[in-house]
């Protein structure tokens, strides 16, 4: 017969190894939940997913001077947790990439400043009015990124990114990524 001990390292085991949702129920005696740092006599739900490396996990606790999770609730807990989990995960992703964007932001602000300044300088002498997107595009294209890259970033399609880039070229009297370069340096596209 197994220990509580090692029912929990099965379990742990169990819930690190999970490629889909799991809902963990357990009734935790006054004793077992003495021993521990949780709360004690408790009954616990635990809703668990994974994506790739990454865990979400939602707790539930019940003390025992309430009654235990039904079948229902059991039920309505893991469809539930189905919508829910990936919701999570979804804004987790989500503040770890504005996090790190703000984070790189932080280290390129005063270069980028500085090429922002530069390009609105000389969109001012061409007397060239640029939406905010297209700026925004052909700002990225000068600090070297890719079409790729901006359109990831952005959260659009390459050929938008293409599109923006066109309608500035066209303002600008110039065609493509070299052309833009070109018309920043101020090299004569006649060459």
């Known amino acids: 017969m197994l220990t509580v001990s090692q029912n929990q390292e099965t379990l742990l085991a169990r819930m690190l190894s999970v490629d889909d949702f799991l809902l963990v129920h357990l009734k935790l ?3 077992v939940g003495q021993a521990s740092s949780g709360p004690t006599g408790t009954y616990h739900c635990n809703l668990v997913s ?3 490396n990454r865990r979400c996990v939602i707790s ?3 003390d025992h001077n309430q009654r235990d999770f039904s079948l229902h609730e059991l039920s309505f807990l893991k469809n539930f947790s189905e919508a829910l989990l990936p919701l999570l995960d979804r804004h987790a992703q989500t503040t770890r990439t504005l996090c790190t ?5 932080e280290a390129v602000t005063q270069g980028g400043q500085q090429l922002q ?4 300088d000389k969109l001012s002498q ?3 009015r640029l939406s905010l997107r297209e700026k925004e ?3 990225g294209i000068l600090a070297g990124a890719t079409v790729p890259e901006l359109a990831d970033k952005l959260h ?3 050929s938008s990114i293409e599109t923006y880039l066109k309608r500035a070229g066209a303002k600008l009297g110039v065609k493509g990524r070299h052309g833009l370069v070109k018309w920043m340096t101020g090299v004569s596209q006649t060459a």
Do not use: G, Q
């Open 60 to 62: 539930l606790h019940r």
């Open 117 to 120: 300044r530069e390009f609105n």
């Open 126 to 128: 061409a007397e060239v």
């Open 101 to 105: 964007a703000h984070a790189d932001n």
């Open 137 to 139: 595009i052909c700002l």
């Open 29 to 31: 005696p006054s004793s």
């Open 50 to 52: 994974r994506k790739s």
């Open 156 to 158: 659009v399609k390459n």
